[in-house]
């Protein structure tokens, strides 16, 4: 009997989250909140403290932990995408942001892969959440190195091309938002069916060899997504910086 990804999710609900939304009105707004999201979440920013707090805890250059070098060659890394991107000097200053960004992201992508647990990216409220805080950061950027002039390139190449300009821009967080989840939450959804179709007892016994197979690739996906949001919040701070000129 094939069940249903609902009844796959409360068998494996032992920690008792609560998988449905609660509701109500907060001075006449009615609010959703997904609690679930919330936990995992606050489980996640943890793990980041933990994971960071312990590879710099002890830092030595000459030998240097493998938790230590590991955080090291991925700042270099992402400093490197930056500073191909970007003028140093603007693009340091952002240097802690994309390393968190990155971080978070990564760690909540791959949380989700752990049984009964969730990714916080396969909710879409916390990737458009990220995304709007990505598109406000982008336009405090421009008009801190631009000013009034930020503005300038909505009117490009000729003013009634504001409409599709407006859309162009707008358009950056839905696509950011929606693919970082599509990509996360349809991971745990495929491997939440194969354990329906197989059965819990299956997979515990020897059944296991197509989630095994998916949760690899899920592994991979969850670091791909990571890297392209924050190569896209790069790409985008970067085009609204690279263009100021000084006088």
Do not use: C
């Not at 069940?3 to 989250?17: A, D, I, P, R, T």
């Not at 299956?202 to 670091?223: C, D, E, K, M, R």
């Amino acid at each position: 009997m094939v069940k249903s990804l609902e009844q796959v999710h409360e068998e494996l609900n032992v920690w008792g989250f609560p998988h449905h939304p609660w509701e109500f009105t907060l001075g006449g707004t009615h609010v959703t909140l997904n609690p679930k999201t919330l936990i995992m979440t606050w489980v996640v920013m943890l793990l980041v403290i933990l994971f960071t707090v312990s590879a710099t805890r002890n830092m030595n250059m000459k030998r240097p932990g493998k938790l230590q070098l590991m955080v090291e060659e991925i700042f270099l890394f992402l400093r490197g995408l930056v500073f191909e991107n970007m003028d140093p000097r603007k693009g340091a200053g952002l240097m802690s942001l994309i390393f968190t960004l990155f971080i978070f992201l990564l760690f909540s992508n791959l949380w989700g892969l752990v049984p009964t647990m969730q990714s916080p990216t396969a909710d879409v409220n916390t990737t458009a959440g990220m995304a709007i805080m990505v598109f406000f950061l982008v336009q405090f950027m421009g008009l801190r190195y631009k000013g009034a002039g930020h503005f300038k390139h909505f009117l490009e190449p000729f003013p009634f091309f504001l409409p599709l300009t407006i859309v162009e821009e707008l358009a950056k967080p839905v696509t950011l938002a929606f693919r970082l989840y599509g990509n996360i939450y349809g991971g745990e959804v495929l491997i939440a069916v194969l354990l329906g179709l197989l059965g819990l007892n299956t997979f515990f016994f020897g059944g296991f060899i197509p989630s095994v197979v998916w949760l690899a690739f899920s592994i991979f996906v969850g670091f791909i997504q990571a890297f392209i949001f924050t190569m896209l919040t790069i790409a985008y701070i970067s085009q609204v910086v690279q263009e100021h000129h000084e006088h």
